[in-house]
C-alpha cells in the first residue's frame, strides 16, 4: 500500500476510499493501476495562462513534493546527495549572481548616464568616451578652485565656432543641448516601442503585482532588461525628469527572472521565482541608493507579498553583493557606496521639529496632488487620441524640458547633482552659489550661520523656479513610454521646498536671535540651522508623499547620513507626510498606477472595512443561473466538454451527484481541456460518449460502452471552501495571506458558490465607489 | 432587515435562512426577536482560560467590528468623531509610553547595575550611591592615566582594615566579593520565588509563544515587572555569568502589557495586544543595545509570529523613542546612544575571511554545543531532586562563580565591559593589558601592527583561561531560577575567542609578512589586521549559533560600529555559524526551551517536509469512538451538559443532523457552558429537558414543552474546513498564517474529524521520533 516516492494511505473506513496528491504534475499512483492518461503528467498541465493569477498554494506543494523527493533520494547514493546539497545551495548561488548582475548593470548604467549627460554639453579631446570630470582628471592645468575647468574640455560652441563666451556661444550651447536630448529622447523611445513596450515606466507597479502572483509573460525577459538598460540611460541623459532608480529595481528584477533559467528550481515553480524577485527588488534599491538595509526594508514594505523569513535572509545578501560589485566599479569614482554623502556638523534643536512637520504636510499635500494629477494625465493618455502618439509626446516634453531648464542651472544639471548640492552643507570653503553667504569676520566658530550674500538671493530665486517648473513637469513625464523613476523627480522637488524653508529659518533665526523661540540655543555666532537638512527632510516628507513608504524610506535616508541622530527629524516629516497624504486617498502612485491598469492585486495593507459577508460577493447572483458543476462521474466526454465550451470560467468544482451538491474537487478549465484534447489524441476508444470519472474506482459500466475518462489526476482535492456566513474581511484576509485564486462557497455542506480574487477585487471597486469592470484580468 | 451597527442580510434562497455573527460578543440580533438570552452577551462569553491558545481569526474579526462600530459612530456626532480620532491615534500614543517607560527603565536598571557592581569592590566616601567612576569624577586628584583611583574610593579592605595592599587585603576583598556576590544571588532568587515566579530566565521563549497566540496570565504583569527589575539588576551585579539584554525585552513586554490596560481597543483584544507585545519585543532590543533598526529587526526575525506593516512602522517608532530617552538618561555616562562603541581604523582584507569563517564555525559549533549541554541540564533539573532547591542551587553556582571568577581580571569585569575591552581597537596610548606590545621604534603609521610585549601574554593566557570557565559556567547558569540574559555571555565567549584569534593573526602576520598570503597587503609597518575586529566578529558568530538569529544580529552589530564595510565579515561569520550550527540541530536556544516547557509554538519558520494527510492527523483516529457532536435541534439540555461533561474537547462541532454530517458551525466549550449556567440563573423556564436550538427559527414544539434555548449567538458560523485529501503542509500552513485553534476535517462535504493546533504539534513530534506528549498545552 506504499508507493516509492509518495506514501499512499489506505484509508477505508469513511464512505468512498479517496486517496489522490493534490494537483497534477505532482500525483503519483494509486494503488489500484488502470487506464490513466496522466501517469505521466501530460505537458501543460499545471501551467498558467499569461495574464492569470497563480495558485500559491499549489505552486508551493509543488516545490515541498520535489524537495522531499530530493530529499529521500539523496539517501540512496552519493550522486543524488550531492544534487541534495547543490540543491540547497542553489538559492544562495542564484543571489550571489543577482547581486554581482545587477551591481555591474548598475555601475554600467551610471558611468554611461553619466558620460551622455555631459555629452550634451560638450566633448573631451582626449577621447569623446570621457565624461567631463574624468577627462578633467588628466589635466594638469586644473587647480582645486576651477576643476571642472579644463583646455581638454570643449563645449559644442567652442568646438563648432571657437567661441567660448558670449551669447552666440550661449545659443549655439543652448541649441546643441535641446538637440541631444530630442536625439537621446528620440532613441528611448524608439526602441522602447519597437523591441520592448514593456520596458518603459518606473516598472514597480507591475513588479508588485508579479510578487502578488500575476503573470506577464516577457515582462522581465531579457530584451525588456536589454532595451531597459540601454533606454535608461538615454532617458536619463536626455534631462527629462526622471530618475533611475525606479527603473533599476525592475532591471535587478530582470536579470533575477534570467538567471533564474538556470536553476532548475526556480526556473519551474512560480512561488519560488518570486521569493527570488523580491530579493531582485531589495537588490534594486541597494545599488540605487547604496542602502542594502534600506533596500531590504523597501522589498518588504513596498513590492513584495509573500516574504518569508528565509528571503529575508537572502535578500540581504543579495543587497550586500550587488552594493559591493557596485563599489568595486566605483562610478562615481569617489569610493563610496552611497549616492548622496552627507555629513553634518550640528545638531538639531527640538523646536526645529515645527518646520520639519511643516516639511511633511507639504511632502504630503504634494504628494497627493502628484498622485491625482498624474493618474488624471494618464487616463487622458489612455482615453484620448495622445495615447496614439506616443513618439510626439516624448519629443515635445523632451524639447520642452531642454529648451526651459538649460537657462536655469539648478534644473540644468542632473536631478541626481541638484539633489547632493542641495544637501550639502555650507563650509566656509564652498564656492557654490548656495554658499554664497556674506564673509563677517569670524570669531569662534567658523560653521556659524551667516547672512545671505547676493549669490544667495540668486540661488534661492532659480531654486523657486526650478521648484514650480520640476512639479509642473514632473506630472506630465512619469507614464511616459520611456522608462522613468520617481524617486529623484520627487526628491528634488522636497529638497529645493527644504533647502528654502532652511535657509529662510537660518536667516529669521539671525536677525533675530533675541527672539524667545531662537534664544538659547541660537545664539549670535552659533552653527544653529543647517539648511541641508532642511533639504533631506523635505526630500524624504516629498518621496513619502508620492510613494507612502514610510520605514525603508527612512532607513534609506538614515544609511546615506550615517547618523542615527538624523532619524527623528527624517521620522516626524515621513509620518506627518504619510498622514497627510493618506487623507486625500490611501493609494501610493504605484497602486494607483496599479488600479489605472486594471491588474488584479489585492493590497495587503489595507483593512478591508466593509461588513459584507462571503454569500454577498460569491457567484452565482440571485438572478444568475445556476452554478456550473462537473459530477464526479455519469458526465461523457461530449457533456463536459459543452458545458466548458458554454462557459467563461476558469475552473470548475466537481460534486457527489447534482442532488446532493457534495464537493468532492475543483478542477481547472485548462487541465480539463489540455486533458481532453490529450486524450483524445493518444487513448484509444475516447470518444465523446466515453464517461469522465473523477472517483478513484470507475464505475461499472455496460459492455459494449466506451473505456471511461479517468481524470481523478487532475483534481483539486483540498480546494478551499469558506461558508456563506464567513464575514468578507476573514475572506480576503484568507485570499491575501494564503494567495488563492479562488475559494468554495458551502452552505451546511452543500455546495453554494464561487469566490474569485477578481469578484472581491470587484465587490472592493463596488463599495468605493469605483468602476468594478475597471479589474481586467483574473 | 437592517440592524443599526451590523448590516443583516435577508437571505432566504437557498435552503435554511442562515443569518449570524462569526463569533459570541460582537454578536447583534437577527431580525426575528425571539427569548435569547446573548442579546446582551454574557459575561465571561469570547474570553479565553489560562495556558490557552487564542483564535487570531475571531480576535482579528472583533476589533474590525469594533472599530466599523467607531467609524460608523463618528459621522453622527462631534463626540463620536472625536472618539474615532483618538481611537486611531491610540496605538501612536500607546507606543509613545512604551518607549519612554521601557527606556527610563532600562536607564534605572542599567544605573543601579553599574553602581551594585562596583559596591563588590568597594564603596564611595562621599556618598555610597556613587559608583566608582562617579566618585571619582568629582575628585581633583585623579589623572587621566589612573582616572579610576582616587582617594575617594575605598575598597573594601582598606575601608575595614586600612590596608591598600599585600595578600592580607587581597584576601579581604575577595571574601566581600564572595559575600556580596551571594547576598545578591539570594535576594535575587528569593525575591523571584516569593513575589513572581515568572521573573526568572531571559523570557523570550515565553514571549515567542505568548505572540503565537498562547495565554499565561501575569506573565506580563506588573509584578512580574517589579520583581523582574529589582532582580535583573542584583542578578548582574552578582557577577553570575548572565546580561540583563534577554531580561530587557521581558522587561519592555511587561510595561507594553500594563499601559495596554489604559486604552479598550488593546486591553480588551488578545491579537492587537500582541501586535504592541511586538513592537515591546523591538524595544527592549532597542534599548539593550541601542540599535533601533537591529532592535525591529530582531522582533520581526525572531519572536514576532504576526507582524502586520502597520506594527513595523509603529515599532520603529517606538524603539526610536526608547533609544533616546535611554540617550537623555545617559546611563554610561558618555552620551552615546550604544553599548559598546567601536571604531576601527583599518579595513578588512579579503583573505582574512578565512579566520572570519573558522570563527563562524566555532560559533556555531559552541552554539550547537550550548543548547544541547543546557536542554541537558534543565531537563535534569526538572527531573530529578535538583530542581526543588532553586535557592541552594543558585548560591552554590553564585559562589563558585565569585570563586573562581575574581583573581582572573577578565572574569571579575561584568559581561559587557569585558565584551567593551575586547572590540576595542588598540590605539598607542593604551594602556590596559590588551594592548601590552613592545613599543617599536614609529616611523609612519603609529598604529601600526607592533609584536606582542609581556603584558599582552598574560593577557592572553586570562583570557584563554576565561574562555574555558565561561564556556563551562553558562551552561548551568541559564536557565536558573534568577533573570538571565544569553547575549552578553555568548557574546563575551565569542568575542574572547575572536581576540585570541586576532591577535594571534597579528603576530603571525608581523613575523612572517614575507609570506605569500601575507604579502601585498600586510607589509611591515602596516595596521592590517585589527584583533578588535576578530573579537566583533567572534561575538557575532557565537550569538548566531545560540539564538540562531540571522540579519537582526548582522544588523544590530552594524549599528554598533556605524560602518556598512564590516557587515561582510559579520555576514560571512554568521551565516556559517548559523549553518553549522544548524547541521547538528535545527533549534535555536529559545525554540529548544519552549518545546521544553511543552508549550504549543508552531514554529513559523520551518516547513513541514512530511507528506502526511490531513486524514492522518486528526481525530478521532480509526480505533477512537466517533466524534462528538452536537446537532442544531433535537438535543436537550441535559443531553449536551452530558456530552460536553464525558468529553474533554474544548469545542464541539454543530450539524445538520447526525445521519447527514453537514457541518453547521462550530461552539467552544467555555461559551456553551458559561451560556447554558446563565441561562438556567437568567432564563425563566430553561431546564434540563429544554431543547437546544441552535437554527434561526426555533422548531415547532409541543404547547406544554419548555421554552427552547437558542445558542445560535455563540455558534461560530464560519468554522475553518479542509478536506481530508489536504496534505498536511497545506494545512500546517493555514494554520500558521491564519492563527488557527483548531480546523475540522470533511469528505464530500460530510464532517469526518477535527485537527487541533495540539494534535498537528503531537504529529510533527512524532515524526521527529519525540515524545508526543511533551506538548502540554492547547
Same mark, same amino acid.
Given at each position: 500500500c506504499y508507493s516509492d516516492a509518495k506514501r499512499w494511505i489506505c484509508y477505508n473506513e469513511y464512505g468512498t476510499s479517496g486517496v489522490g496528491g493534490r494537483a497534477a504534475g505532482v500525483n503519483g499512483n494509486g494503488p489500484t493501476k488502470l487506464v490513466d492518461p496522466l501517469e505521466d503528467p501530460v505537458p501543460g498541465?499545471?501551467?498558467?495562462?499569461?495574464?492569470?493569477?497563480?495558485?500559491?498554494?499549489?505552486?508551493?506543494?509543488?516545490?515541498?513534493?520535489?524537495?522531499?523527493?530530493?530529499?529521500?533520494?539523496?539517501?540512496?547514493?552519493?550522486?543524488?546527495?550531492?544534487?541534495?546539497?547543490?540543491?540547497?545551495?542553489?538559492?544562495?548561488?542564484?543571489?550571489?549572481?543577482?547581486?554581482?548582475?545587477?551591481?555591474?548593470?548598475?555601475?554600467?548604467?551610471?558611468?554611461?548616464?553619466?558620460?551622455?549627460?555631459?555629452?550634451?554639453?560638450?566633448? /573631451?579631446?582626449?577621447?569623446?568616451?570621457?565624461? @567631463?570630470?574624468?577627462?578633467?582628471?588628466?589635466? #594638469? $592645468?586644473?587647480?582645486?578652485? =576651477?576643476?571642472?575647468?579644463?583646455p581638454q574640455w570643449k563645449s559644442w560652441a567652442e568646438l563648432i565656432t571657437g567661441a567660448t563666451e558670449g551669447p552666440f556661444a550661449y545659443i549655439v550651447n543652448y541649441l546643441m543641448y535641446i538637440v541631444w536630448a530630442l536625439l537621446f529622447s528620440f532613441l528611448a523611445v524608439t526602441l522602447v516601442r519597437a523591441f520592448a513596450p514593456y520596458a518603459c515606466g518606473s516598472?514597480?507597479?507591475?513588479?508588485?503585482?508579479?510578487?502578488?502572483?500575476?503573470?506577464i509573460r516577457g515582462y522581465l525577459g531579457k530584451w525588456t532588461l536589454i532595451i531597459k538598460t540601454i533606454t535608461l540611460v538615454l532617458a536619463v541623459s536626455s534631462g527629462l525628469s526622471l530618475g533611475k532608480e525606479g527603473p533599476l529595481v525592475h532591471?535587478? /528584477?530582470?536579470?533575477?527572472?534570467?538567471?533564474? @533559467?538556470?536553476?532548475?528550481?526556480?526556473?519551474? #515553480? $512560480?512561488?519560488?521565482?518570486? =521569493?527570488?524577485?523580491?530579493?531582485?527588488?531589495?537588490?534594486?534599491?541597494?545599488?540605487?541608493?547604496?542602502?542594502?538595509?534600506?533596500?531590504?526594508?523597501?522589498?518588504?514594505?513596498?513590492?513584495?507579498?509573500?516574504?518569508?523569513?528565509?528571503?529575508?535572509?537572502?535578500?540581504?545578501?543579495?543587497?550586500?553583493?550587488?552594493?559591493?560589485?557596485?563599489?568595486?566599479?566605483?562610478?562615481?569614482?569617489?569610493?563610496?557606496?552611497?549616492?548622496?554623502?552627507?555629513?553634518?556638523?550640528?545638531?538639531?534643536?527640538?523646536?526645529?521639529?515645527a518646520p520639519f512637520i511643516l516639511l511633511g504636510i507639504f511632502g504630503g499635500l504634494w504628494g497627493a496632488l502628484f498622485i491625482r494629477a498624474n493618474i488624471a494625465w494618464c487616463r487622458r493618455r489612455k482615453s484620448t487620441r495622445l495615447g496614439h502618439y506616443p513618439i510626439i509626446e516624448v519629443l515635445v516634453v523632451a524639447g520642452f524640458t531642454a529648451l526651459l531648464s538649460y537657462p536655469n542651472s539648478y534644473t540644468r544639471m542632473s536631478g541626481a547633482e541638484l539633489i547632493s548640492e542641495l544637501f550639502n552643507d555650507c563650509s566656509l570653503l564652498d564656492s557654490s552659489q548656495l554658499c554664497g553667504y556674506q564673509q563677517v569676520s569670524c570669531v569662534g566658530n567658523t560653521l556659524a550661520d551667516r547672512p545671505a550674500g547676493p549669490g544667495l538671493y540668486t540661488a534661492l530665486w532659480q531654486l523657486a523656479l526650478a521648484l514650480v517648473f520640476k512639479m509642473m513637469i514632473t506630472v506630465v513625464t512619469f507614464g511616459m513610454k520611456v522608462p522613468s523613476g520617481l524617486f529623484i523627480p520627487s526628491m528634488a522637488v522636497g529638497a529645493i521646498a527644504g533647502r528654502l524653508l532652511g535657509v529662510g529659518m537660518e536667516q529669521l533665526a539671525y536677525y533675530n536671535h533675541d527672539w524667545i523661540i531662537f534664544k538659547g540655543w541660537c545664539s549670535p555666532g552659533a552653527d544653529c540651522i543647517t539648511p541641508g537638512l532642511y533639504a533631506m527632510v523635505g526630500a524624504a516628507a516629498c518621496l513619502g508623499g508620492v510613494t507612502r513608504m514610510t520605514v525603508s524610506l527612512v532607513v534609506i535616508m538614515f544609511e546615506l547620513t550615517g547618523g542615527l541622530e538624523y532619524i527623528v527629524p527624517l521620522m516626524a516629516a515621513t509620518m506627518t507626510s504619510k498622514w497627510v497624504a493618506d487623507a486625500f486617498g490611501r493609494e501610493g502612485i504605484y497602486e494607483a498606477h496599479i488600479r489605472l491598469n486594471g491588474y488584479p492585486f489585492l493590497e495587503p495593507k489595507e483593512e478591508f472595512e466593509h461588513n459584507s459577508l462571503a454569500v454577498d460577493v460569491m457567484r452565482p447572483r440571485r438572478a444568475d443561473p445556476a452554478l456550473a458543476v462537473l459530477t464526479q462521474e455519469g458526465m461523457t466526454v461530449g457533456e463536459v466538454e459543452s458545458l466548458v465550451e458554454s462557459t467563461h470560467y476558469s475552473g470548475f468544482p466537481v460534486v457527489v451527484s447534482q442532488e446532493s451538491q457534495r464537493l468532492v474537487g475543483f478542477v481547472l478549465r485548462r487541465d480539463l481541456l489540455i486533458s481532453i484534447d490529450n486524450a483524445r489524441q493518444r487513448q484509444e476508444g475516447v470518444v465523446s460518449a466515453s464517461q469522465v470519472v473523477f472517483t478513484e474506482h470507475a464505475p461499472s459500466q455496460a459492455p459494449d460502452a466506451p473505456p471511461p475518462l479517468r481524470l481523478r489526476g487532475i483534481l483539486d482535492l483540498s480546494p478551499f471552501t469558506v461558508t456563506d456566513h464567513t464575514p468578507m474581511d476573514i475572506t480576503v484576509d484568507i485570499f491575501r495571506k494564503l494567495g488563492l485564486r479562488q475559494c468554495l462557497v458551502t452552505h451546511n455542506g452543500r455546495l453554494l458558490g464561487i469566490i474569485t480574487k477578481k469578484d472581491i477585487l470587484k465587490h472592493m471597486a463596488q463599495i468605493a465607489n469605483r468602476d468594478p469592470d475597471s479589474i481586467l484580468f483574473n
Open positions: 498541465v499545471g501551467t498558467y495562462e499569461d495574464f492569470n493569477t497563480i495558485d500559491w498554494v499549489r505552486e508551493k506543494s509543488k516545490d515541498r513534493d520535489r524537495h522531499r523527493e530530493i530529499t529521500s533520494k539523496s539517501r540512496q547514493s552519493t550522486v543524488a546527495l550531492l544534487h541534495s546539497v547543490s540543491d540547497a545551495f542553489s538559492g544562495w548561488l542564484l543571489m550571489l549572481l543577482v547581486g554581482l548582475m545587477s551591481g555591474a548593470l548598475a555601475g554600467g548604467i551610471d558611468i554611461s548616464a553619466h558620460w551622455l549627460t555631459d555629452m550634451k554639453e560638450g566633448v /573631451c579631446l582626449n577621447g569623446f568616451w570621457f565624461n @567631463h570630470e574624468h577627462c578633467c582628471w588628466t589635466s #594638469n $592645468e586644473t587647480t582645486f578652485q =576651477e576643476r571642472d575647468r579644463c516598472g514597480i507597479p507591475e513588479i508588485k503585482t508579479i510578487l502578488s502572483g500575476f503573470i532591471v535587478a /528584477c530582470c536579470c533575477a527572472n534570467i538567471l533564474c @533559467h538556470l536553476f532548475t528550481k526556480y526556473r519551474k #515553480n $512560480e512561488a519560488k521565482r518570486r =521569493e527570488v524577485l523580491s530579493a531582485a527588488a531589495a537588490v534594486g534599491v541597494s545599488v540605487a541608493f547604496g542602502a542594502p538595509i534600506g533596500g531590504v526594508l523597501f522589498s518588504l514594505e513596498e513590492v513584495s507579498y509573500y516574504f518569508p523569513l528565509k528571503t529575508l535572509w537572502r535578500s540581504f545578501f543579495a543587497a550586500l553583493v550587488a552594493a559591493f560589485t557596485l563599489r568595486s566599479i566605483n562610478p562615481f569614482g569617489n569610493s563610496r557606496l552611497v549616492l548622496f554623502y552627507v555629513e553634518f556638523h550640528a545638531p538639531w534643536h527640538l523646536l526645529e521639529l
